[in-house]
C-alpha cells in the first residue's frame, strides 16, 4: 500500500501537476497570477520554485491570448494546463474554446491532438457577484469535443488532474471554490481527505456511489455533493435511506450508474449549483425517462440554481443557491407522495 | 510533556486575526517535526503551519476558527 496524506483539493491539484510535470517536460501552466502567488485558488502554489518560469507562466489578462496560445501549444505536441482564473470569463475566449480547442481533432481528420486542460474555478456563495459565481457547467457539457470534469474532494482531484492531463482530448477541469480549503467560502471539511503520495489515474467518465440508499437517488456533482451527503444523514431521522452519486465528470456522463440506482431506488432528485433550465439537471432527468420512466415511483425533480443572474446581496444569493435544507424539504416531500 | 503548537508572533506582519481554513493531520494521530499539518488564512493570504515535534496529535482549534498570532492551536505528546 502506497503512503498517503491529507490534502486539500488545492494541493492535490498542484501536487498530480508537479508529478506530471517531472515525468514529462512538455507539460506546462499558464494563466494569470499562477506563477509568483500559485494561483489565486491555490493551486499551483510552489510550481514556481521548483519548475521555474518557462514552465509556469504567468501570463497577461488576456484570456483571448492565452487559451488560443494553449492550442497551438497543444497541436504542437505540448501538454499544456491553462488556467481560467473564473469559469465567468470563458466569454471572451470562447471562440479559441469551442471553435479552436474542442473542434480541432475532429477539423484535422483526427491528424492532430490537442491535450489540453483548461482549469477554472466555478461556484458562488460568498458574495462575489454574477460574474464571479457561476459554474457553467452545462454550458461546457452542451458542446461537443471536451471532456468536463469537476471534483468534489482532494482524492478525485488530483487522480482527475492526472487524467486530464494525459488525455490526448481538451479537458475542462472545473474546481468549486467553496472546496479548495481556501477559506473562500469556510472550510468543506470532507473534500478534505487522504490522497496517495504517488500518482494515479482517476478514469475520466466514472460516476460514484458515495452513500448508498434504497429509497432515493440524489446525483450531484462539486460542492452538491456535500450538501447531499448531509441531507443523507439528516434524512436517516425521518427513515429515508438516501443514496448519493457524485458524478464527477459531466463528459462523458456515466448514465448507466445513474439508472442502476434509481433502478434501485425509484426516485431521482438532481442537485446542481448551475441554472435551472437547459443544462445538467434536465439531461440527467431526461437520461433516466428516456430509459425507463416506469422505474420511477414520483415526477423526478431538481434542486438547482434559478434562472436569473447570481445576486451580489447575501440574503439574496444564499436565499438561491441549492442546500441541504432544501434537498432535506424535497425528499421529504417525494417520499411522501 | 507535551509542546504545543502556536502561531508564531512573526507569521505575518500586522495585527490581524487569522482563520483556520484546513487541518492536513486528523486528530489523534501521529506527526513528524517540521511536518506540515496546518493551514492560516489572513486576509485571503495563507500560511502554514508545521507540527514543533514528533508526536499524537491533539487538536485544540477547528477549522473555520479564527486565530491570532500566539493562539494555540494544538499540543503534541
Known sequence: MTATKKLTIARAMAESLAQEMRVDPNVFVMGEDIAQLGGVFGNTRGLLDEFGSDRIRDTPISETAFIGAGVGAAMDGMRPVVELMFVDFFGVCFDAIYNMMAKNIYFSGGNSNVPMVIMASTGGGYSDGGQHSQCLYGTFAHLPGMKVVAPSNAYDAKGLMTAAIRDNSPVIYLFHKGLQGMGWLGTEPAAINQVPEDNYVLEIGKAKTVAEGNDITIVSIGIGVHHALKAAQELKQHDISAEVIDLRSLVPLDREHIIASVKKTGRLLVVDEDYHSFGVSGEIIASVVEHDHLMLKTPPQRITFPDIPIPFSRPMEQWALPSTEKIVDACLMMKEK | ?77
Open chain 2, 1 to 77: 510533556m507535551a509542546e504545543v503548537i502556536i502561531i508564531p508572533m512573526d507569521l505575518w506582519e500586522e495585527d490581524e486575526e487569522g482563520v483556520i481554513t484546513a487541518w492536513l493531520v486528523d486528530n489523534n494521530t501521529p506527526v513528524k517535526v517540521d511536518q506540515l499539518v496546518a493551514e492560516v488564512m489572513v486576509e485571503k493570504i495563507q500560511y502554514e503551519i508545521n507540527s514543533t515535534c514528533d508526536g499524537v496529535i491533539s487538536i485544540l482549534s477547528k477549522e473555520d476558527d479564527i486565530v491570532s498570532k500566539g493562539s494555540i492551536i494544538a499540543e503534541v505528546s
